[in-house]
């Protein structure tokens, strides 16, 4: 199932990033990266290798969503995580999953599903 | 007889004629003293005698004929006397004397006299004519045609002794009949007796009253004619036998049946021995005059009913007099609050004007009496103070009449003005309020701080205050008639205003929207307007009115706030993760199961705050509540839950409490109910009651599950729904773990306590702040 999966964590806030990584690891997935700024993120959008992303919308004030764009551009899946609202999305990412903060195990394991189209 | 009479006449004009020679005489000789202009003077003197004789030699000498021959005589010896003492002087070579004498007039005076008499004579020759036609019925044997047969006797006797009888003599006879035909004749007249048997009756009554002579003599008069008198008959005889005559109006019928009218004269002819005698009357037709007067009577009266309908009063004024005296109808005097018989002048009439209506009341009144001015009829509305504090509106109208006099520049003179005058209270009240209303809208629509217009059915505006021309930047000719794409800038907003006006015509309905129009400083300003439907007289739309207030301002505090809620809730949520990080961490190796109750109690908070996010924290709905409690637990699972109930608005705390509590009963439903079972189902139904305590019940039912038993001890699940759901709701909670079939839960609140209200967002004021 999601065993394996290659999962690359974009979170600010350690705590959450800490039990995210949990969840992931208690299902069976490998954290290949954790970027907790948007820079960071970008760098490993870019290079990392994974077959799904996990990201939080607000970086320290800052968002997202040039993240997902890359991922696009490079057809990698991701979710957002986040505490706003699908509302919150620009126009373009409007059809993304999003997995409304905070969420169950469970939530997060059936939305990377979705997002892996399995 | 008749033919007797006659000659009596002539014989009394044969001896005028003999004086009259005399004097000629006379006269011939004092102006030339030419002894042989004496001839006619004495050859007068020598026929007087015989005159004298003849005349009293006549038949019917009566006592008033021998009286008035006597009269003559002795007039007629002073002016022989007269004549022979001048001769006498002028012969005696005294001619300075003897004209001194004649122009003393005396001889003129006595033959004037000596006519008189003469005259008196020949009229009692008239008067018997007219009593031998009377007597003509009672003495049939005279076989005489009487009436008008009378006059053409008398006419054929003249025409036969003219033939016969000297010159002088026929001019004499002539004289007479002219008198007697313009008297009898050609007159509508007629003569009775006393008792009003007619005795004569002449061809003119013959024309007018279509009664032959021999149809109306001896009939009495007012039966044929059927008289209506103006008064009793036996009056007008009294008056008549008083005074000799009298004169009225009467109504008579004509022989064909038709009605006139006459000005009747009656005169009383006596007798010799002064004894009534005859009536003569004499009637002039006046019908046309009197259907005159009655037309005119008639028309009065229907302007006096026209008038009356209307309230109107009339009044005049003859102003070709010196006085101001005017004179009113009692509907006028009682407008203007007059008493019936008060005198009414300008003057008096004018106090009852406010001061400032007077001197233009004067100047109307002036420009209408102006012979110079043509057409310029009075017309003035003024307020009227009346005596007893009354105040009201009159509108008067006058006419002056004028008299042509070509004396005068204008050609006529003003003779008197006439006029009507009403009240007017109720329209002038009417417009006054009316003005009154329309300034107070201009006010409103001029002071507002809002664009009002109008646009036709095109988009031009029609009207516009001054708000609109600000926001436009263009004076109002350069807005009205124009299109909101001709003066907005920016063309987008432009048709979207218009693309809500076309709706909004199109389906005419009124609506209230948010448009976006920029200000003259070229930033976007957002306004609410409520735009209605303009429809014209038969019903279609013609066009649309339109309010609008600026809300950029509150437009942007509302955007702010909403981002602020959002910003807080996504602060609060992100807590709550780090809250859910923590008790994850913490518990990791622990206790797994305390770990996911512990996730899903904070996943229930944080899925109520986004319910209450999405409306400001103002409220939230049940359903919405319902649904998002129960998405960590397939919800969305339409065989598994059963949810149904009407829309209710629950206040914050309702839903917090509310969305806790379903999340602990499906929590319980999940690990010992019906959601532990594939079957299993839960019904979740709501409903509100009306009455004087309206309340809210919501029941959780599960069916189909496992057989539930009632737990041993009461689990912080079961504790935290009742507590909180009690408390927070102000209702009663009931689990019902007894039955067989599946968990009941009724959870009941006052509707009071738990719906949203306008302004239900109130913060507590903590601490006296």
């Known amino acids: 199932m999601l065993a394996g999966t290659r999962v690359l964590v974009v979170e600010d806030e350690a705590l959450i990033s800490m039990m995210l990584e949990d969840y992931l690891l208690e299902i069976g997935c490998r954290v290949v990266g954790t970027a907790a700024r948007v820079e960071e993120a970008l760098e490993m959008a870019r290079v990392v290798s994974m077959d799904v ?4 919308v607000n970086l320290a004030g800052k968002v997202s969503y040039p993240v997902a764009e890359i991922l696009r551009a490079r057809n990698i899946p991701f979710l957002f995580a986040t505490g706003y609202g699908t509302a919150g999305l620009p126009v373009e990412l409007r059809g993304s999953p999003v997995l409304s903060k905070p969420f169950l195990l469970d939530q997060l394991e059936k939305a990377l599903r979705a997002s892996l189209g399995l | 007889m008749i033919a007797g009479e006659v000659h009596t006449a002539e014989l009394a004009g044969a001896l005028l004629s003999t004086l009259k020679d005399a004097e000629t005489g006379q006269r011939g000789f004092l102006l030339t003293g030419d002894l042989s202009y004496l001839a006619p003077y004495e050859s007068a003197l020598a026929r007087l005698d015989r005159d004298y004789a003849r005349l009293e030699s006549a038949p019917l000498l009566t006592r008033e004929r021998q009286s008035l021959i006597d009269r003559i005589r002795v007039l007629a010896s002073f002016k022989l006397e007269e004549l022979g003492n001048t001769i006498a002087l002028y012969k ?214 026209a008038l009356g309908a209307s309230g109107q009063g009339v009044w005049q004024w003859d102003v070709s007099g010196n006085g101001t005296e005017m004179a009113w109808d009692s509907r006028g005097k009682a407008l203007f609050g007059f008493d019936d018989d008060a005198v009414v002048n300008y003057e008096c009439w004018t106090d009852t004007f406010p001061i400032e209506e007077r001197a233009p009341a004067w100047e109307a009144m002036q420009r209408a009496l102006d012979p110079a001015i043509a057409d ?32 005068v520049p204008a050609g006529r003179q003003v003779k008197r003005i006439l006029g009507t005058v009403r009240d007017v209270s109720k329209r002038k009240r009417a417009e006054l309020e009316s003005q009154h209303a329309s300034g107070l809208l201009r006010t409103i629509v001029e002071t507002v701080p809002a664009l009002i217009y109008a646009k036709d059915i095109k988009g031009r505006i029609q009207v516009a205050n001054a708000p609109v021309l600000q926001l436009i930047g263009k004076p109002l000719d350069k807005v009205v008639g124009f299109s909101d794409d001709e003066f907005q800038d920016d063309s987008e907003q432009a048709e979207a ?69 959002n910003e807080l809730n996504h602060r609060v949520k ?30 229930a908070l944080a899925a ?25 637990f397939d919800g969305w699972d339409a065989a598994r839950f059963w949810i149904s109930g009407p829309p209710v608005s629950l206040r914050p705390t309702a839903v917090l409490a509310m969305a806790m509590g379903l999340q602990e009963l499906a929590t ?38 496992q057989l539930v038993s009632k737990p041993d001890r009461r689990g912080f699940g079961t504790r935290l729904i009742e507590r909180m759901l009690a408390q927070d709701l102000c209702g009663v909670t009931r689990i019902d773990f007894g039955d067989p079939r599946g968990v009941v839960c009724r959870i009941e609140a006052p509707l009071a306590e738990v719906i949203a209200t306008a302004g239900t967002l109130s913060f507590p004021r903590v601490g006296g702040l």
């Open chain 1, 53 to 56: 992303a996990v990201l939080d």
């Open chain 2, 92 to 305: 005696a070579g005294q001619s300075a004397a003897a004209l001194a004498l004649v122009r003393t007039n005396q001889g003129k005076q006595t033959m004037d006299a000596i006519r008189t008499a003469i005259d008196a004579f020949q009229r009692t020759v008239a008067v018997r004519l007219a009593n031998i036609s009377n007597r003509g019925r009672n003495f049939i044997g005279w076989g005489v045609v009487v009436g008008v047969g009378v006059l053409a006797a008398v006419l054929l006797v003249l025409v036969a002794l003219s033939q016969n009888r000297a010159r002088r003599q026929i001019a004499v006879s002539l004289y007479r009949l002219e008198r007697f035909t313009r008297a009898f004749g050609l007159t509508q007249g007629m003569m009775r007796d006393l008792d009003g048997r007619i005795s004569f009756w002449s061809a003119g009554a013959a024309r007018l009253y279509g009664y032959r002579p021999d149809e109306a003599l001896g009939r009495i008069s007012h039966d044929l004619l059927q008289t209506g008198f103006p008064q009793p008959l036996a009056e007008i005889q009294a008056a008549l036998l008083r005074d000799g005559q009298w004169q009225g109006d009467l109504a008579h019928v004509r022989e064909d049946g038709s009605r006139l009218y006459v000005a009747s004269h009656w005169a009383l002819h006596r007798g010799d021995a002064g004894e009534a005698d005859v009536i003569i009357e004499s009637n002039n037709d006046i019908t046309g005059l009197k259907h005159a007067e009655s037309d005119l009577r008639e028309s009065e009266l229907k302007l006096r009913l």
């Open chain 2, 376 to 407: 310029d009829d009075y017309s003035f509305e003024h307020q009227v103070l009346r005596r007893d504090g009354g105040v009201i509106w009159v509108a008067a109208t006058g006419r002056a009449l004028f008299e042509s006099d070509m004396s």
């Open chain 2, 497 to 565: 205003v218009m693309r809500n006006d076309r709706r909004i015509m199109e389906q005419g309905q009124t609506e209230t929207l948010e448009e976006t129009v920029n200000g003259p400083d070229g930033l976007a300003r957002t306004w609410i307007s409520t735009k209605a439907p303009m429809r014209g007289a038969d019903g279609d739309v013609v066009g649309l009115v339109g309010i609008s207030m600026e809300i950029t301002e509150q437009k942007r505090a509302q955007d702010r706030l909403r981002l602020m809620v």
């Open chain 2, 574 to 603: 992100n807590s709550l993760s780090t809250v859910q990080a923590i008790t994850s961490q913490t518990l990791r190796a622990i206790d797994p199961e305390l770990r996911r109750s512990l996730d899903s109690r904070l996943l």
């Open chain 2, 608 to 632: 109520a705050h986004d319910v209450l996010t999405r409306e400001n924290w103002e409220r939230g709905t049940l359903r919405a509540v319902v649904s998002e409690a129960l998405l960590p």
């Open chain 2, 668 to 705: 319980n439903a999940l690990k010992y109910g019906a959601l532990s079972d594939a079957a299993g189902r839960v019904e979740i139904r709501w409903e509100t009651t009306a009455g004087d305590d309206p309340s809210l019940c919501l029941v959780w039912t599960e069916r189909n599950g």
